[in-house]
């Protein structure tokens, strides 16, 4: 099981999301997108490539970023997403046809 952490926040502890498994920080807290998404689109792809019905997004940072890995994840996983918001409150998504 992996949080994938949509984009590194400084200062923010994030010790209580290693119960629900390792830590990968998607995009550095220094990278913004500003005029091509491109390098962005690229880094959270591969980031994903392996992203499965265990994993969880850490929703954080930029809203466009978060709307990339969201989307990202949603393809690699069939349309299923597993997100934490607020103190790690699981949420499931499924963004394709009923099971």
């Known amino acids: 099981m992996t949080v994938y952490i ?3 926040v400084r200062g923010r502890d994030l010790t ?7 830590l990968q920080i998607l995009v550095p807290a220094k990278e913004q997108i500003a005029y091509s998404t491109q390098p962005t689109v690229r ?25 990339i890995a969201l989307a990202y994840a949603s393809i690699v996983n069939r349309g299923k997403v597993n997100v934490f918001r607020a103190k790690y409150y699981p949420l499931h998504i499924n963004f394709g046809k009923e099971d």
């Open 6 to 8: 949509t984009q590194e």
């Open 16 to 22: 209580d999301a290693i119960q629900f498994g390792d």
């Open 43 to 67: 880094r959270i792809a591969k980031g994903l490539q392996k992203f499965d019905d265990d994993d969880y997004l850490l929703l954080s940072g930029d809203p466009v970023i978060i709307g």
